[in-house]
């Protein structure tokens, strides 16, 4: 009981007044059940909480609904928005009877792959970084019904925004087309914005922090530091609840969503890992890149899973209006050093130890305790089987005419492709009871009541192309 024990005396110390266990669900969404910090005993601490796990999609059924919420104490942090002290924790999901950890609890995946990696004898560590697009609107509007369905978004950055009166007056500038990525105030009118994201983060711990604005009009990117696979899952998941609570004390609102706006890149994450064993890279060799055999037969994993990983790295309907042909995103199954048109890139790197992987077609919807797991264990995959990855594609992919594309596979088109690929093609994410059968199942049955849903609804687009017919 001693890290419940002292847990409960910082609780005294810095007067916290409610204990906040956050959980992840299936679909990537941070949940949370708030405890009285009064009344909080070591043994709740010690071995969790029950909640009802068949609130959670895709997990318990009602026959069998309790489900033990069991805290990290070592995931401690002090809410910076809660009006009332709050101190949070990073919860998983467990059996009540065996307090064995739930096979469909996302954040108890992660932990199974860290620990699968070191049994395997490849790697002692996985350093894992990441970069995330997001959107900033100033105001949403989504209505539907049977007989009305739209939406509307607005940004004072926007190309619509330029004819628009403001009580204050009408900044004029703007990001201008095609020119928007990296821009500098005034015509980036969030930087401020990031800024206090990006210092609020580091409040938390975090380190190593970078951030720009997008290629899209109110699109923008923050990068993390360096740090395990749980690690950074935790960070993501933190990144964005804090620029939600950020952009909503300016009176606006920030969106993860794959491509809320037409015919403008969409909002990727961009995740990159590296091996190490005895702390020296084992990513560093003389092959292709100065690349080693063992992250080449990594990378070889990922392209041969690739169509499966999108259903994990790309979950929702709406990630697939990102990566569809001719829009300039990373959809070709191939890598090459240096390149953002492959799905694969190998950064610059001047010395051994900054030797990385970097996967480019997941999109920001993703949960990152899932798709972080099932990149990893398609590499692992890769490097049990010795698989090639084939050769680099060392030119811009986005240039390649019809006939240069044959025989180069490619990222699904649509949710429903990536689910059946997963389905077909999961057996690597199951070594090591990583991932559970019960899991897939449940995942691609969440995601397939979504597909199912929205192919029922009509849409603007079909009233513009069919109404008059």
Request: aromatic share 8%; with cysteine; glycine share 8%.
């Amino acid at each position: 009981m001693a890290g419940a024990e002292a847990l409960l005396e910082r609780i005294r110390d810095e007067g916290v007044r409610s204990l906040d266990l956050r959980f992840t669900d299936l679909a990537g969404r941070w949940r949370h059940t708030t405890l009285d910090a009064a009344g909080v005993k070591p043994f709740q601490l010690e071995h969790g909480v029950l909640i009802d796990g068949s609130a959670v999609p895709g997990w318990r059924d009602v026959s069998e609904s309790d489900l033990l919420l069991r805290p990290d104490l070592a995931s401690a942090f002090q809410d910076p928005f809660a009006a009332q002290p709050t101190l949070c924790l990073f919860a998983d999901g467990a059996e009540p009877a065996t307090g064995m950890s739930y096979e469909r609890d996302p954040r108890s995946t992660v932990a199974r792959a860290e620990a699968h990696l070191l049994e395997s004898g490849i790697a002692d560590t996985l350093v894992a970084a990441a970069e995330i697009g997001f959107f900033i609107f100033d105001d949403v509007r989504i209505e539907r019904g049977p007989l009305k369905a739209g939406y509307a978004l607005e940004s004072s950055e926007a190309r619509t925004a330029g004819g628009a009166a403001y009580a204050g007056g009408n900044p004029g500038h703007r990001p201008a087309p095609g020119a928007a990525q990296a821009c500098l105030p005034p015509a980036d009118h969030h930087a401020d914005i990031r800024a206090e994201i990006t210092t609020t983060l580091g409040g938390l711990g975090f380190t190593e922090l970078r951030h720009e604005h997008g290629p899209a009009a109110a699109q923008h990117r923050l990068m993390i530091g360096k740090g395990g696979l749980l690690a950074t899952a935790d960070r993501l998941q933190l990144l964005k609840y804090v620029a939600h609570q950020v952009t909503a004390t300016y009176g606006k609102s920030a969106s993860f969503m794959a491509k809320p706006i037409a015919d403008e890149p969409g909002a990727a994450l961009f995740l990159a890992q590296s091996f190490w064993q005895g702390g020296k890279p084992l990513f560093a060799g003389q092959g292709y890149a100065d690349l080693s055999p063992l992250c080449l037969q990594f990378t070889a994993g990922i392209l041969a899973h690739g169509r499966a990983l999108n259903a994990f790295t790309n979950p929702t309907t709406n990630s697939y209006r990102r990566l569809q042909p001719n829009l300039d995103e990373p959809t070709l199954l191939t890598f090459a050093a240096h390149n953002r048109s492959a799905a694969i890139r190998i950064p610059y790197a001047d010395r051994p130890d900054r030797k990385r992987v970097e996967l480019r077609f997941a999109d920001a919807s993703a949960n990152p305790y899932l798709a972080l797991t099932a990149i990893l264990m398609a590499g692992l995959d890769g490097i049990a089987r010795k698989l090639e990855p084939g050769d680099a594609m060392d030119r811009n992919l986005y240039d390649l005419r019809a006939e240069e594309l044959e025989g180069i596979p490619s990222t699904c088109r649509t949710l429903e492709a990536a689910l059946d690929a997963l389905d077909a093609d999961h057996e690597f994410c199951l070594r090591g009871e990583v991932m559970s059968g019960e899991l897939i199942d449940a995942y691609i049955a969440v995601k397939r009541a979504e597909v199912e849903h929205l192919a029922r609804l009509p849409t603007p687009a079909e009233f513009e192309l069919y109404y008059g017919l």
